[in-house]
């Protein structure tokens, strides 16, 4: 146990140690998203009804934040790490893969909630917000950091350059979280589109997270827990496989 | 005895590359052990299959008896392995990169331990250092106490001088000899073949994954009877029946490259009837780097 609990505090430091970039810089975004978007689009847009559309936009915000950061902190520890050689410290240690996975899922769910609590505490001052289920709020935002958390080791192990794993963030995370509905109801969309972004895992955490605040969603909040609890599990599977394989750790 | 470190017939495949062709050693707990060889003999390979960073294409390896596949969890809490690269985290300061490694080996209240190795390393003073402010020398110093936080029964030091200054290199070895004498086993790489010589009790050569030389380094040394004989004349005139002795010609002196020391009577006779004196005369046994070169060439 010790060993796993030194293995997480040092990844929980090594993002707590840095806490204007990994925490208060994603805040600042989310501010400035909601700055821009509810103000000029305020009294135009109504997704749900009696909802301000800055209201609506801020737990979307929350989540996007979460899962964005909860993704970034195990990538790119694992990632630097491999680049600059010092994964070794945490290759000779006797770690099961178990342990291994574990203090890096746990240490990116921790980003991803302080960083999503952080976007849900700056907000609060602006905008008026209900908390309906607030259970639901937690699972949500512990499933899919949790999520992000797992890919966020599959592409730190996949990645030996700084290159690759910015094109992982670049073109799978960044247009999966932007649409996934933080902005917008799928209702809104062409049904087409519609269809299309049901395939997009993150917009059942999305709204799902949603839904516990205002009681309302676009999807069944079991079905969007039952899918996001079902990806949390087979990316838990793969990445715990992967780390026993020694994928691009050990030769 | 376990032998603390045990390699049986192991194999390590890059692609088409063999970096260890059937390579088997046993090194015994307590000794000093050389692990020599040129840059790409698979020194470097070995011991990062010993350490489970690498895995063995074929063969198998134990340290301390324990599997370092089928049972790692024990292999890796009997070894400590110093790496060659000059890595850090530059997130922690000396005191929390030490801490962390003695944590990760399962280790809680270690501060007492951690100290000493910080004192004997001399990095005491810098133990609020960040680990980037720290000079090259330094950050060698810190993963030298990574390695040794956990005690490990079986140390292992690639190439630990590498670009270290004569202090440093000093403190360290009298350190690992402490360690050594205290019942630590010791295996070392370095391409500073007199650093072996004065340390290692034993020593494996390795040429293309393949050991060409295991033996004690004083039966390396004595492997090659024949000596040398440094020679300045007058006049400066070597007798043409000497000249294929001749191993080394410099300013104002020979260097002739003797069988045994019988043969040195034959020297001094030619001299004698080519009516050259001896201004200056040293004999001197070949040094482990002069073996390490004939070995190499002959393997």
């Known amino acids: ?118 976007v849900l505490a700056a907000t609060v001052w602006f905008v008026a917000i209900p908390l309906e289920y607030p259970l639901w709020v937690i699972a949500f935002a512990v499933a899919g950091s949790g999520v992000m958390g797992a890919l966020g080791i599959i592409a730190g192990l996949y990645s030996s350059k700084v290159d690759e794993l910015a094109a992982f963030q670049n073109f799978i995370i960044l247009p999966l979280t932007f649409l996934s509905g933080v902005f917008y109801s799928i209702h809104s969309l062409p049904p087409f589109w519609q269809r299309l972004s049901l395939f997009n895992p993150i917009l059942y955490m999305v709204d799902g997270f949603r839904y516990g605040f205002f009681g309302h969603a676009d999807v069944s909040p079991w079905l969007s827990l039952a899918i996001v609890g079902a990806s949390f599990f087979a990316l838990s599977f793969f990445t715990l496989w992967l780390i026993r394989i020694g994928y691009k750790l050990r030769h | 005895m376990v032998p603390a470190i045990q390699v049986e017939h192991v194999s390590k495949d890059y692609g088409a590359l063999r970096a260890l062709d059937d390579v088997s050693l046993e090194i015994a707990p307590g000794e000093f052990f050389g692990l020599l060889g040129p840059n790409g003999a698979g020194k470097t390979t070995l011991i990062s299959i010993l350490a489970g960073l690498a895995i063995a294409t074929r063969g198998r390896a134990r340290v301390t008896g324990f599997d370092v596949v089928g049972e790692y969890r024990d292999a890796r809490r009997s070894l400590g392995v110093v790496p060659q690269e000059l890595v850090f985290d530059p997130f922690f300061t000396v005191r929390e990169a030490l801490a962390f490694q003695s944590g990760y080996f399962g280790l809680r209240d270690n501060r007492a331990w951690i100290e000493e190795v910080m004192h004997h390393l001399d990095l005491a003073g810098k133990a609020e250092t960040n680990m980037r402010a720290l000079s090259g020398g330094m950050k060698r110093r810190v993963l030298v106490a990574q390695a040794l936080v956990h005690k490990p029964p079986v140390i292992v030091l690639d190439e630990p001088t590498a670009g270290v200054d004569v202090e440093l290199r000093q403190a360290l ?127």
């Open chain 2, 173 to 299: 070895w009298r350190f690992i000899r402490r360690l050594n004498r205290d019942g630590h086993t010791v295996v070392l790489t370095t391409h500073y073949l007199e650093e072996a010589e004065a340390l290692c009790g034993r020593i494996a050569m390795l040429k293309q994954g393949r050991i060409v030389a295991l033996d004690t380094t004083r039966n390396l040394l004595r492997m090659h009877s024949g000596c040398y004989v440094e020679l300045r004349l007058d006049p400066d005139r070597l007798p043409a029946a000497l000249a294929p002795l001749v191993a080394q010609r410099d300013e104002g002196g020979y260097r002739l490259a003797l069988r045994d020391y019988a043969e040195l009577e034959r020297v001094l006779a030619e001299l004698r009837t080519a009516r050259v004196e001896i201004q200056e005369m040293e004999v001197m046994q070949p040094d482990l780097e002069e073996i390490f070169v004939q070995i190499m060439r002959k393997a």
């Open chain 1, 1 to 118: 146990m010790t060993g796993f609990y030194t293995l997480f505090r040092k990844e929980w430091l090594r993002f707590w140690k840095v806490s204007v970039q990994t925490v208060l810089a994603p805040v600042l975004t989310a501010l400035l998203f909601l700055l821009v978007f509810a103000y000029s689009l305020r009294g135009r847009v109504e997704v749900f009804p009696g909802v301000d559309y800055g209201a609506f936009l801020v737990p979307g915000l929350a989540m996007m934040s979460a899962l964005q950061n909860a993704f970034a902190n195990s990538s790119s520890s694992l990632m630097q790490s491999k680049m600059t050689g010092n994964i070794v410290f945490v290759l000779l240690p006797p770690f099961s893969h178990r342990e291994f996975f574990l203090a890096y899922l746990l240490a990116a769910i921790g980003r991803g909630l302080v960083v999503g609590m952080g």
